[in-house]
């Protein structure tokens, strides 16, 4: 689409959006920023990072700080299954918030079970008024592996004793949009992996309707907010890759983005923890690194507040993003590819792109980044006084 009639588009979905009563009457997010000492100019750098991370031009950098200022306009009821609930913990975080984490205290959460003060019989009725009073305009996020079917009955909530598959059928129903947050609510996470006894299946698996996966474990808050802010600015799902991840988010491996990523091509490998290789800052995919067969954006969001990342501390990634990781990419400290099975990327492999994997057989083709670092070992080994 031309970007001038895109912008004309974006521009008048927000002017509609205007229109719609605030359901937050206390604060404006101005108010709640200056609260917390970020100023307008750190707001709207904000908004031009979140410009960027949604492939969208600068000059769309207005456009997505007003559908920040218009966040609360859409209610958003979100529901716990079977989790840890590290997906809020990583948004909702108060030790050291960040712009993401204020917006999200600004929006109109009509349900939270972690953030709310209601219980029992109470709570139960919000979540049914919240679903009746907004039917047909909330968005709902849902955290947590489901269990379903006969197993059902293993996570059973309230005083009614609905199970929590009822609870996310009933709220699927009359969403406008519909995000799993984390890899437990996209694929089943942790509570999916083998034997899985509870049954435990992503959102994806109870409801028909269109479901957008916000993968990891746990998925940062900038995937998380960037996700609303799209369907605020846009009133539509984003592009999705073959995991209904969205592709501005999940369009990349970890190995693409990463910043041992040279070493790796150099054919420098940590040999085991601790090694000179790994004081070095090698690449540490003979270690166990998934980031070759992981669709996310770590590098570029990193965690705890935005210092730092799993490859940058030293630890391979464990591909927490990807669908069943728990069983096809362990043991995390071993490579994918010294294994004879089929991974989840179905013989992709690193060649994979997010929109092929799930094809074919485990070839010889999936073994090229195991080829390449056998290649290493053929290297002849500076000296002390070479490297000096």
């Not at 997010?29 to 970020?38: H, N, W």
């Not at 349900?111 to 008024?129: S, V």
């Not at 040279?262 to 980031?291: I, N, P, T």
Request: proline share 5%; with cysteine; charged share 20%.
């Amino acid at each position: 689409m031309d970007m001038s009639k895109l912008f004309n588009k974006l521009s008048k979905r927000l002017e509609n959006l205007e229109k719609l009563p605030k359901l937050n009457d206390n604060k404006s997010i101005p108010d709640v920023l200056a609260e917390k000492g970020i100023n307008r100019r750190d707001f709207m750098k904000w908004a031009s990072a979140m410009t960027a991370m949604l492939a969208l031009p600068g000059t769309f950098t207005p456009l997505v700080a007003k559908a920040a200022k218009l966040s609360d306009r859409l209610p958003i009821i979100w529901l716990h299954m079977a989790e840890c609930t590290g997906c809020s913990e990583s948004l909702l975080r108060t030790d050291s918030p960040t712009i993401d984490s204020l917006i999200f205290d600004y929006i109109s959460l009509e349900y939270h079970e972690t953030l709310m003060a209601a219980a029992g019989w109470q709570a139960e009725g919000n979540l049914e008024n919240a679903i009746e009073k907004h039917k047909g305009k909330y968005i709902l996020m849902v955290e947590g592996g489901i269990p379903h079917g006969a197993s059902a009955h293993f996570l059973t909530i309230g005083g009614h004793g609905k199970t929590g598959e009822e609870n996310a059928k009933a709220a699927c129903e009359d969403a406008a949009a519909i995000f799993a947050i984390g890899t437990c609510s996209s694929f089943g996470g942790v509570q999916a992996a083998i034997p899985n006894p509870t049954g435990a299946v992503g959102l994806s698996k109870i409801t028909n309707k269109p479901v957008i996966n916000v993968p990891g474990c746990p998925p940062s808050e900038k995937n998380i907010v960037g996700t609303l802010m799209h369907f605020i600015l846009y009133g539509s799902l984003p592009a999705l890759d073959a995991y209904n991840r969205p592709k501005w988010a999940y369009g990349m491996r970890i190995h693409d983005l990463c910043e041992r990523r040279g070493h790796f091509d150099a054919g420098e490998f940590v040999e085991e923890f601790g090694d000179e290789g790994a004081k070095r800052g090698y690449c540490l995919y003979k270690v166990g690194c998934k980031g070759p067969y992981t669709f996310n954006n770590c590098s570029k969001n990193k965690f705890n507040s935005h210092m730092s990342w799993p490859i940058q501390a030293g630890h391979g990634c464990i591909g927490c993003s990807e669908p069943d990781f728990w069983d096809t990419m362990g043991p995390f400290e071993e490579p994918v590819a010294d294994k004879l099975y089929n991974t989840v990327f179905g013989g992709g492999g690193a060649d994979a792109t997010a929109d092929k994997i799930g094809i074919g057989l485990l070839s010889v083709t999936a073994v090229g980044i195991a080829a390449h670092a056998v290649i290493a070992n053929f290297k002849n080994p500076k000296s002390d006084d070479e490297e000096e």
